[in-house]
C-alpha cells in the first residue's frame, strides 16, 4: 500500500524538466513565461516536455494537460520556497540513489542506456552529460518536496477506532484490493573463486594500466571494452561525483587519495570485484573517477560444490537437525539478511519504508520464479542467482514463510493496510489545506493565452 503523500508528478519532474530555456517544438514559437509563481516562472517548454514525456509513459492527464500539468509545476514551486524558508536540505548521496533509482526505470522502459540517450536527444536535444546534470538537479528538487511533504503532515496518528470506522462506512464494493504477498527468507552461498582466475583478473588490469600510463590507450577507451561495470562503461568508466558514505569503503579509500589524474591507481578490490581507477575531478566531498570493473569468473564447478553444499544444508533443515533461521544467521554469505535470520527485506523506493512483505514482481526475478511453485514453510533446492547489489552470480535456498494470497481488504487480516490509507487521507487533507493557504499569500500571474478557461484542482491561482 502506498506510504506517504506521493504525487505522480514529482518522479515526472524528477525525470524530464529543464532548468534552463529552450525551443521547443509548441507552435514553432520560441519560449515564452506561462506562469509566475512567487518569483519563479514556468516556462512553456517545462511544460511541453513534461506533456511529452506523459504522453511517452503513458500517464493518463485527467483534463488539459496546458491547464493540469503548469498546476502541477506551480505546486511544486511552493513546497520548493516553503523548503528554502525551513532550511529542509537534501544529501548528495540521497540525490545520487534517485538518480541511479530514475535512470534504471528509464533503461526498462526503453530497453538499454543508448536508447534513453537517444530518447532525450530527440525529446531535448540533451547529451548525456546535460542529461545526467538535469536528473541530479531536479533528483533534488524531487526529494526536498517530498521533505518538505513529510514535515507538513508531521507524524500522524490513527486510533483503531478510527480504522474501524473507515472500514464500516466504506461500500463493500469500493473496499481495496490487497495484492498476494509472501515473506521469504534466504541463504546464499558465494562459490569459491580460484586464486587462479583471481590472478588472471589482476593480471589484466597491470596490463590495462601499463598501457594507459606509457599513453598507448586512453583509460576511457578500455573501459568502454573491458569494464563489468556496464553502467558506467558505456560512459568510459565514468561514476560521477560521489562522496564517500555511497562508495565501497575500500574504493573509497583509494579514490579520495589520488591526485594526479593522468595515472591509475594500484588494484583495488572491492565487493564488487578488482577495480583500477583514475581520477577526474575532486570537488570538496565529492570525487568523479573513471574505473574498470573485472570479477573472477566463477566455473561451473566451483558453483555445483556450493549447489550440493546448500541442497545438504536443506536436507538437515528438512530433517529438523537445526532450524532456517540459525542456518541463515550462521551461514548465509548475504550480509542484508543474515541478522535477520534470513528474513528478506522490502524497502519502498520512495519513502524508504520497510516490510518483509513482497508482492511477486517486488522480488528478485530469480527467487520469484521459485517461490511462485512453493507452499508455504517449503524449502527450495539449490539454485544459481545474481546478486541485485553487486552484480555476483551466488547459489541460493529459500523459505516461503508465508504467503497471503489477493483479497479484498478486511479489518481482521488487513488492519495496517488499512490504517495506511486512513492515514494516507488525513495527510492529503493537510496538504490539501497548506497548498490552499499558501495560494492566498503567494503572487501568481498566468498569461492570457494559458488560462484556456481551465478548471484547476485549485481555484485560488486566479485571483483577478
Avoid at 102 to 111: F, P
Avoid at 324 to 329: C, R
Avoid at 409 to 414: E, G, L, R
Wanted: aromatic letters at 8%; charged letters at 30%.
Amino acid at each position: 500500500m502506498k506510504r506517504m503523500i506521493n504525487f505522480k508528478w514529482i518522479v515526472l519532474l524528477v525525470l524530464t524538466l529543464s532548468v534552463t530555456a529552450t525551443t521547443h517544438a509548441q507552435d514553432n514559437v520560441i519560449d515564452e513565461v506561462a506562469w509566475v509563481v512567487g518569483d519563479e516562472a514556468i516556462l512553456k517548454s517545462e511544460v511541453e516536455e513534461a506533456r511529452l514525456s506523459a504522453l511517452y509513459e503513458g500517464r493518463r492527464i485527467d483534463g488539459d494537460p496546458y491547464c493540469v500539468i503548469p498546476e502541477e509545476i506551480a505546486i511544486q514551486k511552493l513546497f520548493l520556497h516553503q523548503a528554502k524558508l525551513d532550511s529542509i536540505e537534501v544529501s548528495d548521496p540521497e540525490v545520487i540513489q534517485r538518480v541511479d533509482y530514475m535512470t534504471n526505470q528509464w533503461i526498462q522502459m526503453l530497453g538499454s542506456r543508448e536508447k534513453m540517450e537517444e530518447y532525450f536527444f530527440e525529446q531535448q536535444n540533451k547529451t548525456p552529460s546535460q542529461i545526467r546534470e538535469t536528473m541530479r538537479e531536479n533528483a533534488r528538487e524531487g526529494l526536498t518536496v517530498q521533505k518538505m511533504q513529510q514535515k507538513l503532515v508531521g507524524d500522524i496518528k490513527v486510533t483503531p477506532s478510527e480504522v474501524r470506522r473507515y472500514f464500516k462506512d466504506i461500500p463493500q464494493d469500493s473496499l481495496p484490493y490487497i495484492p498476494t504477498q509472501v515473506e521469504v527468507q534466504i541463504i546464499t552461498m558465494q562459490p569459491r573463486i580460484p586464486q587462479s582466475e583471481i590472478d588472471e583478473v589482476k593480471e589484466r588490469l597491470r596490463d590495462y594500466t601499463e598501457r594507459v600510463n606509457s599513453g598507448q590507450t586512453d583509460f576511457s577507451v578500455l573501459a568502454r571494452l573491458y569494464s563489468e561495470d556496464r553502467g558506467s562503461a558505456m560512459r568510459g568508466g565514468e561514476t560521477d561525483f560521489m562522496g564517500r558514505g555511497i562508495m565501497d569503503p575500500s574504493y573509497a579509500a583509494v579514490a579520495f587519495s589520488l591526485q594526479d589524474p593522468t595515472k591509475v591507481s594500484k588494484i583495488v578490490e572491492s565487493e564488487f570485484g578488482y577495480h583500477i581507477i583514475q581520477l577526474i575531478e575532486k570537488r570538496g566531498d565529492r570525487v568523479n573517477t573513471r574505473h574498470i570493473l573485472l570479477r573472477p569468473k566463477i566455473s561451473d564447478v566451483e558453483i555445483s560444490e556450493a549447489t550440493l553444499r546448500l541442497d545438504s544444508i536443506a536436507n538437515d533443515i528438512r530433517s529438523s537437525k537445526f532450524t532456517f533461521d540459525d542456518a541463515a544467521s550462521v551461514l548465509s554469505h548475504d550480509k542484508e539478511t543474515r541478522n535477520n535470520h534470513g528474513l528478506m527485506v522490502n524497502t519502498n523506493s520512495q519513502d524508504a519504508m520497510a516490510t518483509s512483505r513482497f508482492q511477486m514482481q517486488d522480488l528478485p526475478q530469480d527467487v520469484a520464479k521459485v517461490v511462485d511453485k512453493m507452499n508455504v514453510g517449503e524449502i527450495s533446492n539449490a539454485f544459481t542467482m545474481v546478486n541485485e547489489k553487486d552484480g555476483k552470480e551466488v547459489v541460493a535456498i529459500v523459505r516461503l514463510k508465508s504467503r497471503i494470497n489477493g483479497h479484498k481488504a478486511t479489518i481482521t487480516d488487513d488492519y495496517q493496510s488499512l490504517k495506511e490509507i486512513v492515514m494516507d487521507k488525513r495527510r492529503e487533507e493537510i496538504i490539501h489545506k497548506w497548498i490552499q493557504e499558501k495560494q492566498r499569500h503567494t503572487y501568481v500571474r498566468i498569461s492570457d493565452n494559458w488560462r484556456h478557461n481551465c478548471e484547476f484542482k485549485y481555484p485560488g491561482w486566479m485571483k483577478d
